[in-house]
């Protein structure tokens, strides 16, 4: 089952298939009630660190400095996910949520 805060490969690819060639690092932000009952998720891009902003939440990712992309927020199908790469730790969870209840809260 995919799980929240998991980081994957995301498939880019216009018709997703098993030997994708244009993928993205994401991270999956939607509960995992949500992930256990539906064939999508909700994810956020990762991203080179640049500039600061509120939205982008900055974190260390196979050594180097990394961004979730909380602004580019998206549901994608499951078969879009090709790869599990990783898991987000620490502050940076506790950080994609508060953002996430800025975003859609008011």
């Known amino acids: 089952m995919v799980k929240r805060f998991e980081i994957y490969l ?3 690819d216009d018709v ?3 030997e994708a060639k244009n993928t ?3 991270v999956v932000v939607s509960p995992d ?6 064939s999508t998720v909700v994810v956020a891009p990762i991203a080179a660190a640049g500039a600061p902003c509120p939205t982008r939440i900055p974190f ?3 050594g180097e400095d990394r961004v979730v992309v909380a602004d580019q927020v998206r549901t994608v199908d499951k078969e879009r996910l090709v790869k599990k790469i ?3 730790k620490g502050r940076s969870k506790n950080r994609i949520l508060r953002i996430l209840r800025e975003m859609f809260a008011d």
């Open 10 to 12: 995301y498939n880019l």
């Open 16 to 18: 997703p298939v098993a």
């Open 24 to 26: 993205r690092p994401c």
């Open 33 to 38: 009630e949500m992930n256990s009952n539906l």
């Open 60 to 62: 260390k990712f196979l």
């Open 86 to 88: 990783g898991k987000l």
